[in-house]
């Protein structure tokens, strides 16, 4: 069965600091996606970033990056220079392309930044 | 280009009541999700849509229906409300691989 564990329910981070969320993920299909969201205090879920299994390079979006180690089944997001406005719950997520693009959830990490 | 969008965004139901909660998406998008998020949780997949007409169960499906008319609208049903669907519902649209998130509907049973 696919699985996905995040084992920091917590984590404090001096601001401008950067900071490293760990996901780890288990599933016997070859081909598979990891998504990272951030959910403010607000609310919403908003995409960070996507890694595809067959991606040769590890995925970047602005101050986000993924730290994809396919050997052993982690996908850890890295923010770097870290902001006040990076409070928030983040979870990791994994798809299986023959499932109907579902999604199976991590259950999150709460980042707090200290000023 | 609004997105996805949820009505309501609070709702209170007392236990046996029903209701449907509304989702619609105006990005031309397939598939459609329902999700509920407990407190301190991550996201549980309640029902899904690979397009109008087609609806699957996800992990959590007892206690709520749906329905897909049309490619826009994915409506919720509860029927006969339980403490236990007091959770915060979000529906979720998507093209292939990223899922775009509704706002969320915070629904209390009591």
């Known amino acids: 069965a696919q699985k996905i564990t995040q084992t920091q329910p917590g984590m404090f981070v001096q601001e401008k600091e950067a900071v490293t969320l760990d996901c780890t993920y288990d599933?016997?299909?070859?081909?598979?996606?990891l998504f990272w969201y951030k959910q403010p205090s607000s609310g919403e879920m908003i995409f960070l970033i996507y890694?595809?299994?067959?991606d040769q390079q590890n995925a970047t979006e602005g101050r986000y990056s993924l730290n994809f180690q396919k050997a052993r089944k982690s996908a850890n997001l890295v923010i770097s220079a870290s902001q006040l406005g990076d409070s928030a719950m983040y979870f990791c997520?994994?798809?299986?392309?023959?499932?109907?693009?579902?999604?199976?959830w991590g259950a999150g990490t709460k980042l707090i930044i200290k000023p | 280009n609004a997105g996805v969008t949820q009505t309501p965004k609070f709702r209170i139901l007392k236990i046996g009541q029903s209701m449907t909660l509304q989702c619609t998406q105006d990005?031309?998008?397939?598939?459609m999700y329902w999700y509920r998020q407990d407190p301190g949780m991550g996201l549980k997949l309640i029902y899904y849509?690979?397009?109008?007409?087609?609806?699957d169960k996800g992990e959590v499906p007892n206690g709520y229906n749906v329905s897909r008319s049309t490619t826009e609208d994915f409506p919720l049903r509860l029927e006969l409300a339980a403490p236990s669907q007091t959770s915060v519902y979000f529906c979720?649209?998507?093209?292939?691989?990223?899922?775009?998130f509704g706002p969320g509907t915070r629904l209390t049973v009591t």
């Open positions: 979720a649209s998507s093209y292939r691989y990223e899922q775009y």
């Open positions: 990005m031309n998008h397939n598939y």
């Open positions: 849509s690979v397009g109008a007409g087609i609806t």
């Open positions: 599933t016997s299909d070859p081909s598979y996606g």
């Open positions: 890694q595809g299994s067959y």
């Open positions: 997520a994994m798809r299986n392309v023959d499932s109907n693009y579902q999604l199976i």
